[in-house]
């Protein structure tokens, strides 16, 4: 049976997601606060987790940074604040979608879903494991080197990584990389692609890679380019 873990300050809401979780066959654990949730994240694994964004004590952008320095399990953001920055960070920080209240617990549900059958299909697949010179990037674990130089990625930013590693010198346009990473019903815009970018790269510089760069191509997009 699958577990998922539901971190919202507002009870009512907690109530409301949790009997729809169950009728969707879900093991479920509550949190009220950002202290509780991350206790409960590090202390069980979960399938998925719903974390809302203001919560007392610490709030959901810290708890899914903490969260994702030892695991990699989906997380859905929820917030009662749509504005465009906040979706970017919580996807700078690890998330895997983000949902904006008011909303439909039925909604929220088609979501978690769609969260799970992706990692499904992930999971399932052959081992992807790529390398080229010094870089190393295994899909699977979510795990990039280069050298022996283990990089802190986060999930969307191995993403990114492999698939313009995986094409060598094919140019991504930003609509490209947003539509096959975040789903073309993802509201963000280019700027969501160009603040990943920026930060992989900052992340990527900490060990040298003469042999290869991120190149940005003006006016067009991104491409891994290899040096001839």
Request: proline share 4%; charged share 30%; glycine share 6%.
């Amino acid at each position: 049976m699958p577990s998922i873990l539901i971190a919202d300050d507002n009870k009512q809401i907690v109530s409301i997601l949790e009997e729809y979780a169950k009728k969707e066959g879900f093991t479920v654990v509550s949190a009220y606060d950002g202290s509780e949730a991350l206790t409960k994240a590090l202390g069980a694994p979960f399938d998925i987790i719903l974390l809302d964004v203001m919560m007392p004590r610490i709030d959901g952008f810290e708890v899914c940074r903490e969260i994702r320095k030892n695991s990699t399990v989906p997380i859905i953001m929820v917030t009662a604040r749509g504005e465009d920055f906040e979706r970017i960070m919580g996807l700078d920080n690890g998330a895997d979608d983000y949902i904006v209240k008011p909303f439909s617990p039925a909604e929220v549900m088609a979501r978690v879903r769609a969260v799970l059958r992706r990692i499904t299909r992930e999971s399932g697949a052959a081992e992807q494991i790529f390398t080229f010179e010094d870089l190393s990037i295994n899909l699977d674990e979510y795990i990039t080197q280069i050298g022996d130089v283990k990089i802190a990625l986060t999930k969307k930013e191995t993403e990114i990584l492999w698939t313009l590693a995986t094409n060598k010198n094919k140019v991504f346009s930003r609509k490209n990389l947003l539509n096959s990473l975040w789903g073309h019903n993802y509201y963000g815009d280019a700027r969501t692609v160009d603040s990943h970018i920026k930060r992989l790269r900052a992340k990527l510089d900490e060990a040298p890679h003469p042999e290869w760069e991120i190149k940005t191509i003006w006016s067009v997009g991104y491409k891994f380019e290899v040096e001839t």
